[in-house]
């Protein structure tokens, strides 16, 4: 035990293994610990350090790296004083000041290095960060990184720097981390958290919520079980001799002015107020925190929260979790899920149940696993030079030309949208056999949202998100047209993003396509506007796919832009690539970048079956003098306009470039191929993007083809485009390069 500290044997357990593989010359340099919400991941790290000062004479600086959010390096940074007041604990200006010295513990909020606006990378009269750096490595001192939460700030700029302190050893913390490759990797499993009595024994998800429930307003009949499930736990803990008061947190995901109101609104008509104390709010632009929030018997009885408290906020007697709808699309996060399973006394209860339980009340219907940013879940990167002899290499890069028409005019795409559904389900101008037909297509005509929610006692977030239909219940909210006009607003702007057409036009079309109004052309239902805000809300998905039908049709006259705008193209000084550890490097002498090897082939690394067999063809093939992987987007890459459907203008990047030894360059994009007779190309533009590729090589006279694989042998085709690649316009690559 340090300093009244318990000694739990998974922390140090934990401990013990940090040391081993930071003292240890065999060791990967990244170890990831995935470790629970309400593991006490902080007092590892803690022990950990002072564990490693004590038993080791290295000349090493800790650099602890916290989310900006919710002031978690001065919490972390305060809770090690108070451990171990003897450990040099200090702030980041302070290194600042006087430089990062041996066996000392820097905590820096990430924000203060990442954002524009910070001055710590600044020049000024003190020396700047990296300037300390510097420092630090000519006085022969070591950096040991630990990364807290470190999914959230997984960008380029963290990188530099984390690069800059070029640690012996950086350790991950998260509670959502993945098993990768080229990571030490150490779990807790939650089930000894559990036993420890720190974290709730099992998640309650809807207590109370009944299939066919009738609502009539969400916030109203969330709340309404939710304070009856805290006025339940005061009166347990109090039964108990428990000093504590239950605390639900009002989480929304976009923070929107009108949703807050109406929760505040509903708090007030129930007696919880700002003013009485027993609400407060902590939003990034907004905040009224007590005190005595995070105290077991603080007053606040409800917290309005956006994602402020999501990560790093202890608060052990946040109990019940109410997530709110502001669009309707929304994926509920598991880890939040983390702030209402620790336990207040660190203990379980014997009796009641109800205490060992945490509540999530959520009309939502999806839950999501917050993993990872996608850099560290399965690879590095690594920054690689262009080699001497192609810095002079030029080609016409296509942009979109603004100041030509695109997109189709309200009136006309109205009746290409028309004309698809007419077409694709046989409607006609009688809009009740139109209603019925759409409704045998699987189109939900209910008067009310219908949502199938989770209603259950689960022992983890994982199970949660892998909840079966039996878990489910369905509820169904009857429509309000103001409360729905957000859900409506957002269901609009998520045809919005997929096809680049202004909201209050998509609006405008979907009005006159399915609700009631004088104007009758091109109305193919007929529907008042409360079934109409139902009709949307209830078939947002099936909308979004029939707007994706019709933008993925394809008129060869159409596919390109004739006055594209152009400016010249080369080929990058330096590439971030991405690559994963190998068994055996071998170098890709065919690439135009020094260093390139076949770690960055595998499909950790994000590369496709197509690209990586595509790649290795190149470097066997005696024809290909050198190889160039493009971007997928960016202004520094290979760009070629194509016209979608509604004749909109999008750009693509062709995947390679090569040189063959007769002096020919050679265009390349690849796309999922056939496996037992089912394609494995997902893109639906696939058709335009031929088309307006084969108009760019034909106009730039260069050669040019689209490249799919059928059992791991490779294909060709730059003619004329099928899905299927049984005909003889889809030839053996090695006919054409070899």
């Known amino acids: 035990m340090v300093n009244g500290l318990n000694d739990y044997e998974y922390q140090n357990d934990c401990v013990e293994y940090l040391f081993d593989k930071t003292t240890s010359a065999d060791s990967k340099k990244i170890i990831t610990v995935k470790a629970p919400t309400g593991a006490g991941k902080t007092v590892i ?4 350090v002072n564990f490693y000062l004590n038993n080791t004479g290295d000349k090493v600086a800790f650099i602890w790296l916290c989310p900006g959010k919710g002031d978690l390096e001065v919490q972390s940074r305060e809770k090690m004083e108070e451990l171990m007041p003897s ?24 924000e203060l290095v990442t954002n524009k606006k910070n001055n710590a990378l600044k020049d000024s009269e003190r020396k700047n960060l990296f300037d300390r750096i510097d420092d630090a490595h000519n006085d022969g001192i070591k950096f040991i990184l630990i990364i807290d939460e470190e999914h959230l700030n997984n960008t380029k700029k963290a990188k530099d720097i984390i690069d800059k302190f070029d640690p012996i050893y950086t350790i991950r913390v998260s509670a959502t981390a993945n098993k990768v490759s080229h990571h030490e990797f150490y779990e807790i499993p939650e089930d000894e958290v559990i036993d420890a009595g720190l974290i709730t024994r099992a998640i309650y998800v809807n207590e109370g919520v009944m299939e066919h429930d009738e609502i009539e307003n969400d916030y109203d009949y969330l709340l309404d079980l939710a304070d009856a499930k805290r006025k339940e736990l005061l009166s347990a803990y109090e039964m108990v001799g428990a000093d504590v008061r239950p605390l639900v947190l009002i989480q929304f995901p976009a923070g929107q002015p009108e949703t807050i109101k109406a929760v505040e609104e509903k708090l007030a008509s129930m007696g919880y107020t700002y003013d009485n104390g027993l609400v407060n709010i902590w939003m990034s632009d907004d905040k009224i925190k007590s005190d005595d929030l995070t105290a077991n018997n603080g007053t606040p009885a409800f917290l309005l929260m956006k994602q402020a408290v999501s990560t790093g906020w202890d608060c052990p007697r946040a109990k019940i979790l109410v997530k709110l709808r502001e669009g309707g699309s929304e ?14 006394e660190r203990k379980h209860y014997v009796f009641p149940d109800c205490l060992d339980l945490c509540y999530i009340y959520t009309l939502d219907e999806k839950y999501k696993q917050g993993l990872m ?46 004309d698809h559904y007419t077409s694709k389900y046989k409607l ?8 019925k037909t759409l409704s045998m297509n699987g189109y939900n005509f209910s008067h009310e949202i219908d949502s199938k929610v989770i209603q259950g006692e689960f022992r983890s977030g994982e199970a949660i998100s892998s909840a079966t239909n039996s878990q489910r219940v369905s509820v169904k909210t009857k429509i309000n047209t103001h409360t729905h ?15 680049a057409i202004p909201a209050q036009r998509v609006r405008n079309i979907l009005q006159r396509l399915f609700r009631k109004g004088k104007r009758k052309s091109w109305k193919l239902l007929a529907l008042d506007t409360s079934d109409f805000y139902a009709f949307i809300i209830n078939n947002i998905h099936k909308l979004k796919e029939e707007f994706r039908e019709i933008m993925a049709t394809q008129d060869k006259q ?57 790649e290795r063809f190149c470097e066997r093939a005696d024809s290909v003098e050198w190889i160039y992987k493009n971007g997928d987007s960016g202004q520094q890459y290979l760009s070629i306009v194509y016209v979608n459907g509604i004749r909109k203008q999008w750009l693509f990047y062709p995947d390679y470039i090569i040189k063959t030894t007769d002096g020919n360059v050679w265009i390349i994009e690849t796309k999922g191929g056939m496996q037992a007779g089912h394609t494995k190309n997902i893109d639906r533009q696939v058709e335009n993007k031929f088309n307006a590729f084969k108009e760019y090589a034909k106009k730039y006279n260069l050669h040019w083809g689209f490249v799919r694989d059928i059992d791991e042998e490779l294909y060709i085709n730059n003619t004329v485009y099928t899905e299927e690649m049984s005909g003889d316009n889809w030839i053996p690559l090695g006919n054409v390069l070899s």
Not at 45 to 48: E, S
Not at 331 to 344: A, L, N
Not at 390 to 413: A, C, H, P
Not at 428 to 435: F, H, S
């Open 331 to 344: 994926d509920f996060q598991i880890q939040t899920i983390g702030r209402i399973r620790r336990m207040p």
């Open 485 to 499: 006009g957000i859900q409506l607003m957002h269901s609009v702007d998520e045809i919005k993003k997929i096809t």
């Open 428 to 435: 006609g101008t009688i809009k009740v056999e139109n209603q």
């Open 45 to 48: 790290l803690i022990k950990y």
């Open 87 to 110: 450990i040099d604990a200090r702030d980041l200006p302070y290194s600042m000041l006087l430089g990062f010295d041996s066996r000392s513990v820097t905590f820096v909020n990430w």
């Open 558 to 614: 159409l596919s390109f832009i004739e006055n594209a705008k152009t400016v010249e193209f080369k080929i990058p000084e330096t590439e971030l690539y991405k690559y994963t550890e190998v068994k055996q490097i071998k170098p890709m002498t065919k690439n135009v970048y020094e260093g390139y090897t076949n770690e960055f082939l595998p499909s950790e690394a994000r590369k496709s079956t197509s690209e990586r067999l595509f």
């Open 373 to 418: 940013t996608e850099m560290d879940k399965a690879y590095q990167v690594r920054k690689l030079f262009l080699k001497k002899g192609f810095e002079d290499f030029t080609l016409v890069k296509e942009m979109r030309n603004l100041d030509e028409d695109s997109g189709l005019g309200e009136r006309e795409l109205l009746k290409l949208i028309y």
